[in-house]
């Protein structure tokens, strides 16, 4: 346990970077690091010996992230003129404008294609690897990915060129 | 030769064998066009990842820090206790489970459940269960979504029916340090199912931003799939709800 405790203080740095290619809000991302942690942790025996652990924690953190964004979901419905003037002050205010374009860019995309650009384009993740976290073929993993290009190449213009 | 999107997508990630990616450099050097779609895929591909290296150089949260190195390092990050016997009836819950809830019940809402000559306890410990008492009971019986009083010592959050039968409600507790959690309707009381210190400043006191959101910390948030049936009630529902007095 000891030693799982340190590779997760190793592995903090990029599941933060993961976080926040899929929230805007720092603040959000590190919720759900947080969360990831303290699952990861609970459910440790679960975890199958071959697995690689970035990717096991990446699986939860993006799991957690989904089941937010449906409760989020339900709690919009319910909420939703009262939030929508907070949103406006997130926390992305220390932000690099370069990362907050792209986020920007990022938050446009259906949430099946972003996870698949941040473990791929943001983490540099293989396809393979992608997949096995998100539990589809490459083949979907392929298809969301050049959808998710051609959107982030027309919203971000010339990238870079 | 032809090379569709998704390929020079495959060959600009590294994905592709070193046959395939042979023949893309052979056709693209003789090709500018190819060349050029070659070229936006790696920036694309750069960009994206040039844009979010920063954050590996930030100072990591202490409360991340303690999350994974587990408790004791730091106490004031938010702990989430299961104060439910999930998937067990109640009444055979070992006695084990019961005690360690009182322990952690104990260490983490000793100030609330202390006993004093000032209003009464929030909390109340009672055979192994946490019941809501004094304000938070008041609240969660009497007070609705839609309708909230500014200053109101307790937050309501959702109400939903449960799966197992009878109605539930999320909360955030207003007192010294943030307490948010999930209490369901047991015949005459409110049972405290999950509970988390929040690291969220009462009152919204950081800025004024993200009160609502941070009302509900994930760690809560993400146990309400577990005991939601359905969708949270609307403001009518819930106010019926009330109107029934919550029966089931």
Redesign the interface.
């Known amino acids: 346990m000891q030693e799982l405790r340190e590779e997760l203080v190793a592995l903090l740095p990029r599941l933060r970077r993961f976080a926040r290619a899929l929230t805007r809000n720092a603040h959000d991302a590190d919720d759900l690091v947080q969360l990831a942690l303290e699952r990861a942790l609970a459910h440790a025996a679960q975890r199958r010996p071959e697995m690689q652990l970035a990717g096991w924690v990446f699986g939860i953190l993006r799991n957690a992230w989904v089941d937010e964004q449906r409760a989020r979901g339900r709690r919009a419905r319910l909420f939703a003129p009262e939030e929508s003037g907070e949103k406006v002050a997130d926390a992305s205010g220390s932000a690099a404008p370069e990362m907050l374009a792209v986020q920007e860019a990022l938050e446009r995309l259906p949430e099946e294609q972003r996870v698949v650009v941040a473990l791929v384009l943001v983490e540099g993740l293989s396809y393979k690897e992608a997949a096995h976290i998100i539990e589809v073929p490459i083949g979907t993993v392929t298809s969301r990915l050049a959808r998710a290009r051609e959107t982030l190449q027309s919203l971000l213009g010339a990238a870079g060129a | 030769m032809t090379f569709s ?2 390929t020079l ?2 060959y600009a ?3 592709l064998d070193a046959a395939t990616r042979m023949a893309i450099e052979a056709a693209a050097a003789a090709d500018p066009p190819l060349a050029q779609r070659i ?3 790696r ?14 150089e ?1 100072p ?2 202490q ?3 303690a ?4 408790p004791g390092e730091d106490q004031r ?2 702990k ?1 206790i299961s104060l439910a016997a999930r998937r067990q009836p109640r009444w055979s819950w070992p006695e084990w489970s019961a005690m360690a809830a009182s322990l952690l019940v104990g260490v983490l809402l000793g100030p609330w459940l202390l006993k004093s000559a000032a209003p009464p306890a929030p909390l109340d410990v009672s055979g192994g269960r946490v019941l809501a008492s004094g304000a938070l009971a008041h609240a969660l019986s009497q007070q609705l ?1 839609s309708n909230q009083p500014r200053a109101a010592p307790v937050t309501i ?2 109400s939903f029916r449960a799966k197992r039968g009878g109605y539930c409600r999320t909360f955030v507790l207003h007192q010294g340090q943030s307490l948010a959690g999930l209490a369901c309707r047991e015949g005459p009381s409110w049972q405290v199912m999950t509970l988390a210190q929040s690291t969220a400043s009462p009152q919204g006191a950081a ?8 009302a ?4 809560v ?2 146990t ?2 577990e005991y939601m049936e359905g ?2 009630l ?2 009518a529902a819930e106010a019926a709800a009330r109107a029934h007095g919550w029966s089931p």
Do not use: N
Not at chain 2, 207 to 214: N, P, T
């Open positions: 999107d998704e997508m495959a990630d590294g994905e070229a936006r895929h920036a694309l591909r750069a960009r994206l990842h040039a844009a979010f290296e920063p954050v590996l930030e990591l949260p409360r991340l820090l999350a994974a190195r587990g990050t938010h989430v979504a959050g959702i800025g004024g931003y993200r009160q609502a959101a941070s509900l910390p994930p760690a948030a993400g309400l799939d969708e949270p609307d403001a």
